[in-house]
């Protein structure tokens, strides 16, 4: 694959980027004989984007954790399919093409590097060459340009290292992105404008998201669809549309909603939802 990019990334640039579907059968994560994730299934149409809510420590991150490869599957299978080679789960290509991005961007960013060597690196791990203007592109895609290049976290807002970290997970040309509470540690005018951008490389891109989040807002403005969980259970799946609308059908999500203070507040800046 890396021999491809390199020959002829004009060509790459145009045809990647199809999302993928999964499907996730019974996944089942244990720590220590503490089950995290208890049979999770769920499945996802290529270029959609599906959401995992829950109370905190309720398996969400540990759902992405196992998917990415970051946590050992303890049960289950993983079944991707789409246009072109879908790589196998846990492949190399695998990690190339399934990326993720971290609510914390001042964790998930090295202090002691420039944003350039940042995204320099997954490259280098990668083999991808032409490395020169991929950076230039991915820093474009997320609306920051050349002159980001030779920062230092520390120089950044919040919103511009999350962008970098967004940048990060694009470079590589992912087709599906699983996204970790992307914008919880940023204020909210900032998350508006890192969700509008999310929404438009989707787009732009065909990704696939499977986005957690603590925030039913936040889930609802992105994810048509999503799930719920608890205790490392799903305990239903439904449409955001019935979710705004109150149609739950367990208590539990009731009172998820109930908690959720912020559901109310609006997120959208845009007229395209
Ligand atoms: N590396 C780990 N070792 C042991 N237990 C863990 C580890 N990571 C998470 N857990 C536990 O697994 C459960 C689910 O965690 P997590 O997936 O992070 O939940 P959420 O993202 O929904 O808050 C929690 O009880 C958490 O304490
Ligand atoms: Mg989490």
Same mark, same amino acid.
């Given at each position: 694959?890396?021999?491809?990019?390199?020959?002829?990334?004009? /060509?790459?640039?145009?045809?990647?980027?199809?999302?993928?579907?999964?499907?996730?059968?019974?996944?089942?994560?244990? &720590?220590?004989?503490? *089950?995290?994730?208890?049979?999770?299934?769920?499945?996802? /149409?290529?270029?959609?984007s599906f959401g995992i809510v829950g109370e905190s420590g309720s398996g969400?991150? =540990?759902?992405?954790?196992?998917?990415?490869?970051? =946590?050992?599957?303890?049960? #289950?299978?993983? +079944?991707?399919? #789409?246009?072109?080679?879908?790589p196998a789960p846990g492949s190399r290509d695998w990690r190339r093409q399934v990326?993720?991005?971290? +609510?914390?961007?001042?964790? @998930? %960013?090295?202090?002691?590097?420039?944003?350039?060597?940042?995204?320099?690196?997954?490259?280098?791990?990668?083999?991808?060459?032409?490395?020169?203007?991929?950076?230039?592109?991915?820093?474009?895609?997320?609306?920051?340009?050349? #002159?980001?290049?030779?920062?230092?976290?520390?120089?950044?807002?919040? #919103? +511009?290292? +999350?962008?970098? *970290?967004? *940048?990060? *997970?694009?470079?590589?040309?992912?087709? %599906?992105?699983?996204?970790?509470?992307?914008?919880?540690? %940023?204020?909210?005018?900032?998350?508006?404008?890192?969700?509008?951008?999310?929404?438009?490389?989707?787009?732009?891109?065909?990704? @696939?998201?499977?986005?957690?989040?603590?925030?039913?807002?936040?889930?609802?403005?992105?994810?048509?669809?999503?799930?719920?969980?608890?205790?490392?259970?799903?305990?239903?799946?439904?449409?955001? /549309?019935?979710?705004?609308?109150?149609?739950?059908? =367990?208590? &539990? =999500?009731?009172?998820?909603?109930? /908690?959720?203070?912020?559901?109310?507040?609006?997120?959208?800046?845009?007229?395209?939802?």
């Amino acid at each position: 694959m890396g021999e491809v990019l390199m020959s002829a990334p004009a /060509a790459v640039a145009r045809e990647a980027h199809a999302g993928i579907s999964l499907q996730v059968r019974d996944l089942r994560v244990v &720590y220590d004989g503490f *089950a995290a994730v208890d049979g999770v299934s769920f499945e996802m /149409a290529p270029g959609e984007s599906f959401g995992i809510v829950g109370e905190s420590g309720s398996g969400k991150s =540990t759902v992405l954790r196992a998917l990415c490869g970051l =946590t050992p599957r303890t049960g #289950g299978q993983v +079944q991707a399919t #789409g246009g072109g080679a879908v790589p196998a789960p846990g492949s190399r290509d695998w990690r190339r093409q399934v990326q993720m991005v971290f +609510q914390d961007p001042y964790g @998930s %960013l090295h202090p002691r590097q420039t944003v350039d060597r940042i995204l320099a690196e997954p490259l280098a791990i990668h083999r991808i060459g032409g490395a020169e203007q991929r950076i230039q592109r991915a820093l474009d895609d997320v609306g920051l340009g050349d #002159g980001f290049r030779f920062r230092y976290p520390h120089q950044l807002s919040g #919103g +511009q290292r +999350q962008r970098v *970290a967004i *940048a990060r *997970a694009l470079i590589l040309q992912p087709r %599906l992105l699983l996204l970790d509470e992307p914008t919880s540690a %940023l204020d909210a005018s900032v998350q508006a404008e890192v969700l509008n951008l999310l929404e438009a490389l989707r787009t732009r891109h065909g990704l @696939s998201f499977l986005m957690v989040s603590h925030d039913l807002a936040v889930v609802t403005h992105l994810c048509p669809r999503l799930m719920v969980m608890q205790r490392g259970r799903v305990v239903e799946t439904l449409l955001s /549309a019935d979710l705004a609308a109150h149609r739950v059908q =367990t208590d &539990y =999500t009731r009172a998820l909603m109930q /908690a959720a203070s912020g559901f109310q507040r609006p997120v959208r800046r845009t007229s395209s939802v």
